[in-house]
T-cell receptor, first 109, second 111 residues
Framework: RKEVEQDPGPFNVPEGATVAFNCTYSNSASQSFFWYRQDCRKEPKLLMSVYSSGNEDGRFTAQLNRASQYISLLIRDSKLSDSATYLC??????????FGTGTRLQVFP | EPEVTQTPSHQVTQMGQEVILRCVPISNHLYFYWYRQILGQKVEFLVSFYNNEISEKSEIFDDQFSVERPDGSNFTLKIRSTKLEDSAMYFCATTLRYEQYFGPGTRLTVT
């Protein structure tokens, strides 16, 4: 089983739509959780850390379910500039980040 | 967000040659990481470096790889004898408040 699993997509959505990405992780000892976005051939950029109570940053909402080992990202009112690959990332008790393969989002006009 | 620069942006080398990839964090950070991403694949951890020592390394980081911080600011990744399968994007990262921030990467092409 992969350490971090994501649906690769692509998700093709119109501007203004709401889209949700899911991610599961295999190691129950995982401690920290993040969503990064990656544009084509660019570096991963931190979008948001994910907290147990859930957190929101503008149009983005992240949720964590430790019992189900499940993380989600919701994007409301999608913009063309949201088109990217969204990476689910976890780490355990070290600083090593473990990445999912990413979910590709394409927002069209 | 801490700014990390990497040089070169693109390196082409022949199989068997040595390459050195460089990373420079703007601020005076202590924690550094190298990751790589083969085209079309996920980002993979290579090594973490703290206080001038390797703190953790992955199975990928074999004897062909080494890291050092030669002058207190630059952080380098050396591949001693490159193989075709070393072709990838190599990202340096640093930590701020338990979050990792990545440099723009070096694209390494081994021919």
């Amino acid at each position: 089983r992969k350490e971090v699993e994501q649906d690769p997509g692509p998700f093709n959505v119109p501007e203004g739509a709401t889209v949700a990405f899911n991610c599961t992780y295999s190691n129950s000892a995982s401690q920290s959780f993040f969503w990064y976005r990656q544009d084509c051939r660019k570096e991963p950029k931190l979008l948001m850390s994910v907290y147990s109570s859930g957190n929101e940053d503008g149009r983005f909402t992240a949720q964590l379910n430790r019992a189900s080992q499940y993380i989600s990202l919701l994007i409301r009112d999608s913009k063309l500039s949201d088109s990217a690959t969204y990476l689910c990332v976890v780490n355990k008790d070290t600083d090593k980040l473990i990445f999912g393969t990413g979910t590709r989002l394409q927002v069209f006009p | 967000e801490p700014e990390v620069t990497q040089t070169p942006s693109h390196q082409v080398t022949q199989m068997g040659q040595e390459v050195i990839l460089r990373c420079v964090p703007i601020s005076n950070h202590l924690y550094f990481y190298w990751y790589r991403q083969i085209l079309g694949q996920k980002v993979e951890f290579l090594v973490s470096f703290y206080n001038n020592e390797i703190s953790e390394k992955s199975e990928i980081f074999d004897d062909q790889f080494s890291v050092e911080r030669p002058d207190g600011s630059n952080f380098t990744l050396k591949i001693r004898s490159t193989k075709l399968e070393d072709s990838a994007m190599y990202f340096c990262a640093t930590t701020l408040r338990y979050e990792q921030y990545f440099g723009p990467g070096t694209r390494l092409t081994v021919t």
